[in-house]
């Protein structure tokens, strides 16, 4: 729980190199382990890796009532008939992705009661687009000791409703409620990004009838649980890997091949990169860096970053970007749009030499390039976690980061990984 990495820096020199591979979607993985729920037998995934936020998931399914099975990259979860209807208050208040599990729960059981979700602090993350999108599908709400209660006494009905902002986890939760109530159901301005259209392929396959995953408008007509059969679902590349593992490549790495990812889904990252005059090759499934120690990063261009829902810029890519904005020569703006509160990390970043003017919880601007130095660091969530290890392998000298769990959550065995390319990076226990 209380790991730190302690990482030797490079000192801007980029001399790493080998080969890494990209694992499963995290973000597509937990709607998938949510859609349990709508299932008359059991759910077989595969390329699971062994991260913390899966292992959370899965206990709160055997709280719940269900069997999970780990066992390497596979991941079982057998049917079970008696469901509990209440979300565990300690998992809740760890991962903001329990949320998810509202819909189908509610869809199955007709009633689900449940915290205000915690997770990473990353801003207020409210839950009102859930709360109104059930009570239109005929849930009610009430409210006792801290407790919420969604009820829907003759089961949810198909409604058609406008969310009044793009949310990924209200999109994934509002189709799985959909597939279960009777009628259809049409969800307007719905999220677009590539683990939702994965969930709903998987489910599509399954017997669900939906269509328009990927743009604003899905419809569902719904009213029967589904069956997998013999179907096992394999979760796609990992984006925010790949686009994290591309960072690193051109920030510290002379040659690097970044395996089984799907490079198209962070086209409004390698975009960016190309046109500031980086090189990589882009393969359908592989991105090459090579000679990368030859370009140096003061001859190139800097970047505006304006996070944007999918298709635009993820801010789940935002900090790692902004470490290498810190290399590159100029004057850079970022705008976090989907988070506030997830530029603080711009502090310690400033504190390890970069040039970083915060304007609002929402705006700073990055002037490089800057020679960074080692620092005892406390990642405040998953990305600026990540962020922070590449500060760490760039600077000079030592870095220590702790509150690793939160790295962990994403990435998993990461310091084990990055050694197999030649970083300095220690995993120490307290
Ligand atoms: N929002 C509301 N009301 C709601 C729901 C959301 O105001 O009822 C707001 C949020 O506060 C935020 C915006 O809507 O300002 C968009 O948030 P969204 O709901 O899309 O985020 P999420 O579904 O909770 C998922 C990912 C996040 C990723 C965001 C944005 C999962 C499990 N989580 O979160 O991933 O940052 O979408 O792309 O899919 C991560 O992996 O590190 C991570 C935080």
């Not at 809740?92 to 509202?102: D, F, H, T, V």
């Not at 976690?385 to 030592?398: D, E, N, S, T």
Request: charged share 25%.
């Amino acid at each position: 729980m209380n790991d730190k990495f302690i990482i030797k820096g490079l000192a801007g020199k980029k001399t790493l190199n080998g080969k890494i591979k990209v694992n499963g979607s995290k973000n597509a993985i937990l709607p998938l382990m949510a859609s349990c729920v709508l299932f008359k037998d059991g759910l077989k995934m595969k390329n699971i890796p062994n991260l913390e936020d899966v292992k959370r998931m899965s206990e709160l399914l055997n709280f719940l009532g269900f069997q999970t099975h780990f066992k390497n990259d596979s991941f079982d979860i057998d049917m079970s008939k008696d469901i509990k209807s209440i979300l565990p208050e300690d998992i809740s208040k760890r991962m903001r992705a329990s949320i998810i599990m509202i819909g189908p729960m509610l869809g199955r059981l007709k009633q689900v009661s449940f915290l205000h979700p915690g997770g990473c602090v990353i801003g207020a993350r409210p839950i009102d687009i859930f709360i109104k999108g059930f009570q239109k599908m005929g849930a009610t709400l009430s409210e006792k000791n801290g407790f919420y209660t969604l009820s829907a006494k003759n089961g949810l009905r198909g409604a058609e409703i406008f969310f009044n902002l793009q949310s990924v986890t209200a999109t994934e939760s509002f189709i799985m409620a959909a597939v279960l109530a009777k009628g259809k159901t049409v969800l307007k301005n719905c999220a677009m990004e590539p683990e939702i259209v994965d969930l709903v392929t998987f489910l599509k396959s399954c017997g669900a009838k939906i269509k328009g995953e990927g743009t604003p408008t899905i419809e569902i007509i719904g009213g029967k649980m589904l069956s997998s059969g013999k179907k096992v679902y394999k979760a796609i590349p990992d984006r925010i890997e790949t686009g994290s593992f591309l960072l690193l490549g051109l920030l510290a790495c002379d040659n690097l091949e970044i395996t089984n990812c799907n490079p198209v889904d962070i086209e409004s990252l390698t975009t960016p990169l190309l046109d500031a005059g980086f090189k990589f090759q882009i393969h359908k499934d592989k991105i090459v860096i090579k000679d990368n120690s030859k370009i140096q990063n003061s001859k190139l261009n800097t970047f505006n970053i304006k996070t944007h829902e999918h298709p635009g810029f993820p801010t789940d890519l935002q900090a790692p970007a902004t470490v290498l904005l810190t290399q590159l020569k100029g004057e850079a703006h970022v705008h976090e749009t989907i988070f506030e509160g997830r530029l603080n990390y711009t502090e310690d970043l400033v504190k390890m030499g970069a040039n970083i003017n915060m304007w609002d919880a929402n705006r700073v601007t990055v002037k490089g390039p800057n020679s960074l130095r080692g620092k005892e660091l406390w990642g405040p969530d998953i990305r600026a976690g990540l962020a922070f290890i590449l500060a760490a392998i760039v600077a000079k000298g030592q870095s220590i980061i702790n509150n690793v769990y939160y790295i962990d959550r994403g990435y998993e065995r990461i310091e084990e990984r990055l050694s197999s390319i030649g970083v300095d990076i220690k995993r120490v226990s307290d």
